[in-house]
């Protein structure tokens, strides 16, 4: 089924433009294989960590794929200060940016505005998976969300899991692809994660995105669960790329044990429910959530510092 760079654009979400298409589609080699309820985002049972640099800016698109009538450079707004917000079920927080709104908060997920067009993140989307095609818009088997080859690459299953947020929230099917991916360490427990990041074009501007990924072990019925975690920016704000995301995704945190809900494996054996152990869940936030330098993860997380 997949191409190398599976075509996508990003999900509705107020700001997150409609209709546009990514372009540059070279990527990094993908990250390495690391050593479950509806298709929905889970219910869940509410710490603070710092951490670390986000994804470099990917590469400004080529002049040759700029629109006519794209947006003019937008003035940014880093100097006045951040303001919190904290779901209202109280399962996510974050810092939001200078004039940056939250539109959407409940279960862990956290969707966000920025006060320029183009300018939107969204942090901790769970889409549980079916180890089948993919088709644009139709959900898997076992009450899943979508059917996801788990053998595709890493960078397909970024387009592909993005593709389906696109399409369930009713805007059309665009082109596009990733155009670099890195991996993150994770115990074997959390599976395939990694960041990456890309490039849009399409008649309302040109835009860049970067964030991480997560796909979980695949579990016996064929099922497995995914986490993604996204910001967007107008090209013209691409010096600012990684700033932003790192302020983000930075200051996003889920507490522990509605993370540990939220990963729960797909597959729940009847009558109990399994958790994920505290330490993968610890390593997750650590390096998915908060993209925190190898170098500063703890050994039990894949790094190099201490546990």
């Not at 509410?46 to 629109?67: G, L, M, N, R």
């Amino acid at each position: 089924m997949t191409p190398m760079c599976r075509n996508w654009s990003l999900l509705r979400i107020a700001a997150l433009a409609a209709g546009v298409a990514l372009v540059s589609v070279t990527h990094a080699q993908s990250p390495t294989q690391g050593t479950t309820q509806s298709s929905g985002q889970s219910t869940a049972p509410s710490a603070v960590q710092t951490a670390a640099p986000a994804p470099a800016a990917p590469t400004t698109p080529p002049p040759s794929a700029s629109p006519q009538g794209a947006p003019a450079p937008s003035t940014p707004s880093a100097a006045l200060p951040p303001t919190s917000y904290t779901a209202s079920d109280g399962s996510a927080s974050v810092m939001l940016p200078a004039g940056w709104k939250a539109v959407e908060g409940t279960q862990g997920l956290i969707v966000l505005d920025g006060p320029n067009a183009g300018e939107a993140a969204v942090l901790g989307k769970i889409f549980n998976a079916h180890n089948a095609p993919f088709v644009p818009g139709q959900k898997g088997a076992d009450n899943t969300g979508m059917s996801m080859p788990y053998a595709a690459s890493f960078a397909d299953k970024v387009g592909m899991v993005v593709q389906q947020i696109v399409v369930s929230e009713g805007s059309p099917l665009p082109q596009g692809a990733v155009t670099s991916v890195a991996p993150i360490p994770v115990p074997r427990t959390l599976g395939q994660c990694g960041t990456f990041s890309g490039n849009m074009t399409g008649a309302r501007g040109q835009f860049v995105l970067a964030g991480s990924f997560c796909a979980l072990p695949l579990e016996a019925s064929g099922d497995y669960k995914t986490m993604i975690m996204i910001v967007q920016l107008p090209v013209a704000e691409s010096a600012n790329l990684a700033a932003v995301t790192q302020s983000i995704l930075a200051s996003y945190n889920m507490p522990l044990n509605t993370l540990e809900y939220n990963l729960r494996p797909f597959d729940q054996p009847a009558g109990r429910v399994v958790l994920l152990d505290p330490t993968s869940s610890q390593c997750f936030e650590l390096g998915v959530m908060h993209l925190t330098p190898a170098a500063q993860l703890p050994r039990a997380c894949g790094g190099s510092a201490p546990n």
